[in-house]
Each structure stands twice: as C-alpha cells, then as structure tokens.
C-alpha cells in the first residue's frame, strides 16, 4: 500500500473508531500508537463500578505538567475509556498527564449521576496529579458531545465540583467539544434519562451563566448534523454578554464525529482542534476571556 492509501486507510479506521467500531479502533492504534507514553488503566476514582479512570503520562514528563481530564461522548448511554487510547496518545505528545475518565450511564442511573462522577474525577485528578507528575494547580477539563455538557456544567453550576471537595477556582478551564451546550431536550431517551421535566431547568449549562465562571472553550464542527454548532455559539456570546471568558470556534468541514478524531489523530485532519486545544491548556484566560473575539471560524 502507498503511503497516501496508508494514510487514507487509517482515516477511515479512525472514523469508526469514533463511530465505535472496535476491529477498525484496534487496527488505528496498531498503526498510529506510540511508545512514547504510559497507560495505566483501571484506576478506581469510587466504590461504583463504572467509576474507573486511566492515566497517560508521557515516559519523559516534564515537571508540572499540565493535567487534562476528558470526559467522552455516547448520549449518556454508552462510552468506554478504553476506546480512547489514541487520545490518550496524542495528549501524551503535547507534554500533558491524560486522565480518560469511565462514568456512570443511562438506563443504570438519571441525570446528575454522570456529572458527580465527573467532579470526583477531577477531584482524583488533582489529588493525584503528581503521583504522575502532573501540576494539580494545573488541571484542565475536556469533553466531547454528552461529556461536553458535562464539562461546561462543571464549569457553569460550582456547586458540582464544590460538592465533590473541589476548591473553588482549582480548574483553571474549561473545554467543550461539539457540546449540547445551550439547547433544549426535544428527544424521548434523553429527556427520560435527564429525569423530570421541572428540573430539566438545571441540566442547561446556559442557566447557570453569571460571568463569574473559569474560561471555557467551545469547539464544534460547522458540518455537526448531531448538535447544531448555534449551540456553542449562543452559550459563549452569552457567557461574554455577562463579562465571562468564553470563546466558540467553528471549523468548516468538521462533523459530530469528525472532531473528536481531529484531537485524537491530528495527523490525517486539517481541523486544528489539537492545537486550539494545547493553545487553551498554556494559558486558558489567554484564549477565552473578552479580549478575544467570542467566535472565530475556521
């Protein structure tokens, strides 16, 4: 096979990795996984259990590096951490401890569950960063579609991470990718699984804004046929509205799937998620607060 054909067929295998297709996932990571991290699986951040998370560290840390936690998509109804090794790749490239963290899912429990779990794994994270050598004042939180909305509650309702023994201000931002971030729940399965209409209220990322929040970034594909990128948009020109730090960018091109495979294989994708990515976890209040424009396309 031509190098061109190689690349186009790890393409390919990348896309059903994130639609998941297992066989396909393991041929990527044959092709694309390096040696140059540490994968620690399993380790268990509560009693449940679904509540496991693994750990990534580059074989050469760099002292203080930074800790980024992400939280994957499924609908609140599916998802492993397993399936996110070339993530966990990737991240380990740019000098950063990963923390992939498993989670509790719909039919098994409703709306807060995923969102406790979540705070208890920053909490982990940062009790255990330098285990790593990872800087616990240094922890940024990443997710994707469902562990999008997860993450921008953590940053927007303090209350979650308060909860779970968090200091105030100890993340110093936060990410969303292709989130359902500032939306409204019009399908049966996720209504049900987000619990009772009367408290559907709480579960919107958007009615938590005060402008107080840490920065957050909003990326979403402008091709996204699963969440309209209108809701990235509305939630960061609201968050700047009340003096908060929130920027969106919309990449042309870009799907539901095809983004989160930008972070993971950005080798084979001309979206630059990564790198907005990595110029966020440098200096979060940099990328995200007024100064900068509240949406960019690219």
């Not at 380790?43 to 580059?58: I, K, M």
């Not at 790749?89 to 406790?116: E, N, S």
């Amino acid at each position: 096979m031509t190098r061109r054909g190689r690349v186009r067929a790890v393409l390919l295998a990348a896309l059903a990795l994130a639609a998941g297709g297992c066989s396909p996932r393991r041929m990527a990571e044959g092709l694309l996984l390096g040696s140059h991290f540490v994968r620690t699986p399993g380790l268990p951040y509560g009693a449940e259990a679904r509540q496991r998370l693994d750990v990534y560290r580059p074989r050469t840390v760099r002292r203080g590096a930074p800790v980024v936690v992400f939280l994957y998509g499924g609908r609140w109804q599916s998802g492993s951490a397993d399936e996110y090794r070339l993530l966990g790749d990737a991240m380990t490239r740019r000098g950063w401890i990963a923390v992939v963290a498993d989670y509790r899912l719909y039919p098994a429990v409703r709306f807060p569950a995923w969102v406790q779990d979540a705070a208890l794994a920053v909490r982990w994270a940062r009790d255990n960063a330098a285990r790593f050598g990872g800087d616990p004042e240094n922890v940024v939180v990443v997710g994707h579609s469902a562990g999008a909305h997860t993450a921008a509650l953590l940053a927007l309702d303090e209350r979650w991470l308060r909860e779970a023994g968090v200091p105030a201000g100890a993340v110093r931002g936060f990410a969303a990718l292709a989130g359902p971030v500032d939306t409204v729940w019009t399908d049966p399965d996720v209504q049900a699984l987000m619990g009772p209409p009367a408290g559907w209220p709480a579960t919107y990322p958007a009615t938590h804004v005060d402008g107080t929040e840490p920065p957050l970034l909003l990326l979403h594909g402008a091709d996204d046929e699963t969440v309209s990128p209108r809701s990235s948009l509305r939630l960061a020109a609201r968050i700047q509205e009340r003096g908060g730090c929130a920027r969106a960018i919309v990449y042309r091109g870009v799907g539901h799937v095809k983004i989160i495979v930008a972070a993971a294989v950005p080798r084979i994708s001309s979206a630059p998620v990564l790198d907005d990515l990595a110029a966020f976890v440098r200096d979060p209040r940099g990328t995200a607060c007024p100064a900068t424009p509240a949406a960019l396309n690219r």
